[in-house]
């Protein structure tokens, strides 16, 4: 699912950018047009969000260990 959703977002078609976060976190970033999307991983939490936005709306997903 998570490769099909990669192949398939405009967001992956235009510029990344890794955030600046604190030493625990990392966030990863995609941004093309109107479309984003955000990887957001937080390892003394062991959780992830996987925020997506584009034209039809956002979307957002959590991912736990």
């Given at each position: 699912r998570l490769i099909?959703?990669?192949?398939?977002h405009p967001a992956f078609q235009g510029r990344f950018r890794l955030g600046d976060t604190?030493?625990?976190?990392?966030q990863l970033q995609w941004q093309h047009a109107d479309?984003?999307?955000?990887?957001?991983?937080?390892?003394?939490?062991?959780?992830?969000?996987?925020?997506?936005?584009?034209?039809s709306g956002t979307q957002a997903h959590t991912l736990q260990a």
């Open positions: 099909r959703l990669r192949n398939a604190e030493d625990h976190v990392l479309a984003s999307a955000t990887l957001r991983v937080d390892l003394q939490q062991l959780q992830a969000d996987i925020t997506l936005c584009d034209s």
